[in-house]
């Protein structure tokens, strides 16, 4: 019943949310290309990106935080490059230098301190999500971090999280052995007993995404990549939860975990 509710307040406040979003701005921050949106002092939200690169889908996530009240900021990894086909993406994320990554995450934190944002949050998708968890235990800027369907446990230490806020979700039909499936959730919620692991029913790899890009439709891109279908009211839920979560721990004295 819980459940039912939830998903129910997820639903109207998508039909009664902000969908307009805020135009994101080209920057450089300590020589590096990003974009920037959201009012300069506001609390401050790091998005990574997918393997793909800085897609519109990832600039539409980063407006849709921006336009609930945060400064955000993009970096962006690859340096303009996008993959077109899951090929290239994969070969993207597999030449990636991840502690470089996270150094260029850590600038973005920097970046947003020294504008005034009083607290730091970090959010990302895919290669984005692993990113994200390096990230927070990197960071002393850095206080809370939510990682969609991407775990890379080279890249923490559970005693560097330990006093961080971390949120995570995952698709329950999620197929990305070691990094986004099933198992690797519940690993995740082993190593790190203090977060938020959800695991969505139905759904599985890059579930929050409302565009089926590069690809033509959702079935294209299942047929091509096995993802099910967008769903709407799991994509709701878990913004819900994502926004509770910076609301929670982006509040000026905010100490919960």
Request: charged share 15%; net charge negative.
């Amino acid at each position: 019943k819980r459940m039912a509710r939830l998903h129910a307040a997820a639903a109207a406040a998508v039909l009664a949310g902000v969908v307009r979003g805020l135009a994101l701005e080209r920057i450089q921050f300590a020589g590096n290309p990003g974009l920037v949106a959201g009012s300069v002092g506001a609390p401050g939200v790091i998005v990574i990106q997918e393997w793909w690169g800085v897609t519109p889908q990832v600039e539409a996530h980063a407006s849709k935080i921006a336009d609930a009240g945060y400064r955000v900021i993009v970096p962006d990894i690859y340096k303009g490059k996008i993959g077109v086909d899951a090929e290239e993406a994969h070969h993207l994320m597999e030449s990636l230098d991840w502690p470089g990554a996270i150094g260029e995450i850590l600038a973005a934190a920097e970046f947003l301190a020294t504008e005034g944002s009083p607290r730091i949050a970090v959010v990302g998708f895919c290669m984005g999500g692993a990113l994200t968890l390096g990230a927070l235990a990197k960071s002393p800027l850095i206080v809370a971090g939510s990682a969609f369907y991407g775990v890379n446990f080279g890249l923490f230490a559970s005693a560097e999280l330990s006093d961080k806020a971390v949120q995570a979700h995952f698709g329950a039909e999620d197929k990305f052995a070691g990094f986004a499936d099933p198992p690797t959730a519940e690993a995740l919620q082993k190593a790190l007993p203090h977060a938020h692991v959800y695991s969505y029913p139905g759904v599985g790899h890059a579930f929050l995404n409302d565009s089926p890009a590069p690809y033509a439709s959702f079935q294209e891109r299942t047929d091509t990549l096995g993802f099910p279908a967008y769903d709407p009211d799991v994509a709701a839920l878990a913004w819900t939860r994502l926004f509770d979560f910076f609301a929670a721990h982006l509040a000026p004295h905010s100490t919960e975990l």
